[in-house]
């Protein structure tokens, strides 16, 4: 009986060890981007306590320093999020989060040329024509300020590089917002276009002739001068323009999701690809 019970002892040992070492893990989102992966062994009001998978050492965390917390048990909870600023909104809710129907948040786009990053300044200057398309075709909706957008977003330590650790409803309650548009542009370098012209000055005055033939005086007037001629030529770049645009619900559903190349071949032509996707919106109000 002592073999038997000893066996069952050890056996029971080992399932609940195996099922200890299968358990997914806990993973910690930080402001920063960076992920911790383990167990959360105790959340306090202003910390937590935490230990690495396939460690024992025990690690406080502040919880100003945490964006959210993915739980073994598939539960997200944001832990810090950035209070939402509309100058529309009037009231809180019982959650503490500001109401945010109705109102839709423009993330910055992505810009790459000829596969290379554009800049971050292109990405937010694409954002603000974005906005002023918008605002003037938003009808009842609240368009957010781009401002505070960026700001909202930069505190939650979101950028460009670790956005999409986050799902878009997420974001969307990071930004106190019910839409968010999402897109991206690439343009591709193609051919060169060559146009060229020719002019030709002429300089110089009136000359008079007179001639006698015979008994007949002949006399006339007629032009003298010097002719200059010139040639120029202008190259222009074309390009190949493709905007791809998407919005999200703070449900993280997606309600709008197309791409559309640009008929025109000019550095800027993605200007009117943003309005022709735009005006295909379900937001968009004429």
């Known amino acids: 009986m002592k073999t038997i019970f000893t066996l069952f002892i050890v056996f029971t040992i080992h399932c609940f060890s195996f099922a200890q070492s299968t358990m997914k893990n806990d993973v910690i ?3 920063s981007g960076e992920e911790m992966v383990g167990k959360i062994q105790e959340i306090g009001d202003s910390e937590l306590k935490f230990v690495y998978a396939g460690e024992t050492l025990v690690y406080t965390i502040k919880k100003s320093d945490i964006a959210k917390i993915n739980f073994a048990s598939g539960r997200v909870e944001i832990v810090t999020a950035p209070k939402a600023s509309s100058a529309k909104a009037d009231s809180m809710s019982k959650s503490g989060l500001e109401s945010h129907h109705n109102i839709i948040a423009i993330l910055p786009f992505s810009y790459l040329i000829d ?29 957010q300020p781009t401002s505070t957008t960026n700001a909202l977003l930069l505190k939650a330590g979101i950028t460009g590089e670790n956005v999409r650790s986050f799902t878009m409803g997420e974001i969307c309650n990071l930004l106190g917002v019910e839409y968010v548009i999402q897109g991206t542009i690439t343009q591709d370098l193609t051919s060169v276009s060559n146009t060229g012209g020719s002019s030709t000055t002429v300089s110089g005055g009136v000359s008079s002739t007179n001639r006698n033939i015979g008994s007949v005086n002949t006399s006339g007037t007629g032009y003298s ?24 619900t703070d449900k993280g559903e997606t309600i709008f999701s197309q791409d559309h190349k640009s008929f025109w071949g000019t550095n800027d032509a993605y200007k009117t690809t943003l309005n022709y996707l735009l005006k295909r919106t379900p937001i968009y109000q004429k």
């Open 29 to 31: 989102v930080k402001l």
């Open 115 to 143: 596969k290379k990053d554009a800049g971050q300044e292109m990405t937010y200057k694409v954002q603000n024509e974005v906005f002023n398309i918008m605002n003037t075709h938003s009808g009842y909706m609240t368009i």
């Open 225 to 248: 001068g010097t002719s200059y001629s010139s040639s120029s030529s202008v190259s222009t770049q074309n390009y190949s323009t493709n905007v791809t645009m998407s919005i999200y």
